[in-house]
């Protein structure tokens, strides 16, 4: 398998967890999305959209990060990211599409550049903007783990679940902003203990090969 990625991209950042979850070898291909590389020829060739991750696997090419870790979980069905039941299934889906399609989409490179660059917003501007955003998302997304955590290290019950292969990479672009977590020790804490597991750590942006591109 490849991965097509870029070692900040938060979005990637989930797929490179889902990955190593599983225990799956994949190659990954750098696309500099500070120089524009994902809107080259070739690229858009496999993915139309231009957009990381992209996962090249059975002879086909995957984009958006959630299909891409569903088909992950589908087809290498071991360890589980959603629970069996399907109420628990729909609770995890639901923490984690809070994450990938109300917080992180506002915070995206495409979206602050055209702040910045089109409606001529300062970075302070630019900055709050996206402090703003991440801060209300985790407030709701707060209350919601912590009704639904059984050890406080988990955000669904006590095993690693598709909502917090999402929370991790928020939380690191949560960092990289200055954002206020002091009303998320819930996030905080199980942010804190899945980074130390080796399939988290293993997929953080500053030790990818192209990190220091």
Known sequence: MQLHTYWRSSAAYRARIALN?????????????????????????????????????????LGQSLAIIEYLDETYPEPPLLPPDALARAQVRAMALSVACDIHPLGNRRVLLYLRETLAQSEAAVNDWTRHWIETGFAALEEAVRRHSQD??????????????????????ARRFDCDLAGMPTLVAIDAALRKRPEFAAAAPELQPDAAA
């Open 152 to 173: 406080g290290r988990h955000c669904y019950g006590a095993g690693v679940t598709l909502a917090d292969v999402c929370l991790v990479p928020q939380m690191y672009n």
């Open 21 to 61: 979850l599983k225990g799956l070898a994949y190659e990954q291909v750098a696309h500099h999305l500070v120089h524009g590389e994902q809107r080259s020829a070739a690229y858009l060739a496999l993915n139309p959209q231009g957009l990381v991750p992209a996962l090249a696997t059975a002879g086909a090419v």
